[in-house]
């Protein structure tokens, strides 16, 4: 259908929330790492839905488990077993090494599953005193828009006139484990943290933090949880970004591209006793592990590792980044990022991000700013060296120019 028959941009306007702001561009087709708008242009999506997209659109393994399984049955609830939570439970175990698991649908609803199994994990293992338990958690963090974790953003814009909040958050600055150190007592559970911060503008951590960040939270009886949700299933070139420094999480939240960008799939993974408290009654969700997400995220896992994408973003987000480093413009403060996770962080001079985020969309290339003066770079973990190539073309031109 033609944009001129239906005015999607003000018909979203009119009747939408207007909790977005989106590029103007209506899409209507995807393909690996292309997708198309309504009026047949081809762009080269540099977001991937929030890297949910990691494996490419429309993938056509996924697509194939989605429809055959919708075919046969999608939810049970969990008042009753179906024949694809315990495979899932199988090979998610299997590939990510953890011992329990707990399915849930969106990003934030696990991170708000994680916070209620390690106050728990406190109360009934650790002894802390009923009510008091206390989690350490970042400044800048990104970790959903549910209430209870908005409470603890630093974001003005993510947390301003939606209080009252939960207490029990501690904010200490992200990167520095003195800090850490200092803010851990007796009643802390947990330290929930983004092993690199993507909404905050893909900011990564000195070497080294995590290291130390593990050994505090061994020597505390403390458990490291992990927001892998944007990091996590190759993102940054490794299954997971805790390897990069070669630790091991307590607690790891997956979501995003557990499904390819298919269905809302997300999962609590736990490494010891802290899902282990959880008794029937006490947690749930009405789709949570239901069958057709289950199948739908066997076979995002399967294509991920089959199809060798982690290994893939490695090369390709090296490849990426020593493009970016080359680019020889005064409109660049920085560019950063691991695997395929990037970022390009512009002089406040330059202007703001958005513009050029536009000036790409006319080259085909759809990016998306963050924080004002940053542009985030994360194409689906299927693209290829030429599709670098093209890419960096198209960026270097656009940052050149000067929009300020
Ligand atoms: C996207 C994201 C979430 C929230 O996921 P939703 O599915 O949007 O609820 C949580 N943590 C991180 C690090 C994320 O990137």
Redesign the pocket.
Known sequence: MSSSIIDFIATEARFGAQNYAPIGVVLSRGEGVWVWDTDGNRYLDCLSA??AVSQGHCHPKILAAMVEQAHRLTLTSRAFHNDQLALFYEEIAALTGSHKVLPMN????A?ESAIKSVRKWGYEVKGVPDGQAEIIVCANN????TLGIVGFSTDPETHGHFGPFAPGFKIIPFGDAAALEQAITPNTVAFLV?PIQ??AGVVIPPAGYFTKVRELCTANNVMLVL?E??TGLGRTGKLLAEQHEGIEADVT?L??ALSGGFY?V?AVLSNNDVLGTLRPGQHGSTFGGNPLACAVARAAMRVLVEEGMIENAARQGARFLEGLKDIRANTIREVRGRGLMLAVELHPEAGRARRYCEALQGKGILAKDTHEQTIRIAPPLVITSDQVDWALERLATTLTQDFS
């Open positions: 929030y890297s969106s990003g934030a609803e991170v990104f970790h959903g828009r983004e993507g909404e927001d949700i944007q939240l979501g995003k809302p997300s």
